[in-house]
């Protein structure tokens, strides 16, 4: 299985899919969490963030999560995933795939900015920021879309609407 959480950056994707990760593993032994900043850092930092850099990232992740995968090793992904063809692989490609989108307003992720990366590419600062200068599609069929405009600090009703899709059901009661 792979659980695939796709969103721009601020959305919440890592803080949902470490969520997530951290109650499945003590069950879930063959678990492994992958997030997109942590793999460039691991692969070398060799994919930069223009277009042809995320789309060498974006195929290294779809190709890890597939093999591991294969392997009978669930994953669960924290990507921005801004290729709809590489989403179309994941779901042609990989057996058991869940797409799960984390969307949020450009201007609450402008509030959240951790990263600070949203007010400098505004003012045209640093290029290469999706939402900003690099389009970012909205996939058309995510098993799920988690709407994450409010402030949390509480997600339990949100990975328990996760663990509540069919396809994580029945993989964890296998």
């Known amino acids: 299985m792979v659980i695939w959480f796709i969103g721009l950056s601020g959305a919440g994707k890592t803080t949902l899919s470490s969520l997530l990760y951290n109650k499945l593993k003590p069950d879930m032994t063959n678990l492994v969490l992958l997030d997109g900043d942590v793999l460039r850092n691991v692969f070398g930092n060799d994919a930069d963030h223009t277009i042809k850099g995320r789309l060498k990232n974006a195929k290294r992740l779809s190709n890890l999560s597939k093999f591991l995968s294969d392997q009978g090793i669930?994953?669960?992904a924290a990507v921005l995933s801004i290729f709809p063809e590489w989403r179309k692989w994941n779901?042609?490609?990989?057996?058991?795939y869940v797409e799960?989108?984390?969307k949020a307003s450009i201007d609450v992720l402008q509030k959240r900015d951790k990263?600070?990366?949203y007010e400098p590419a505004f003012k045209g600062k640093i290029?290469?920021?999706?939402?900003?200068?690099i389009p970012f599609p909205e996939p058309e069929y995510s098993d799920l879309t988690i709407d994450n405009n409010l402030e949390k600090y509480d997600f339990t009703d949100t990975i328990n609407q996760i663990l509540s899709l069919n396809i994580i059901k029945e993989i964890i009661n296998k």
Request: glycine letters at 10%; aromatic letters at 4%; a negative charge.
């Open 74 to 76: 669930h994953v669960i």
């Open 127 to 133: 290029k290469n920021v999706v939402g900003v200068d």
């Open 100 to 102: 799960i989108y984390v």
């Open 115 to 117: 990263k600070g990366l």
């Open 91 to 96: 779901r042609d490609n990989i057996e058991e």
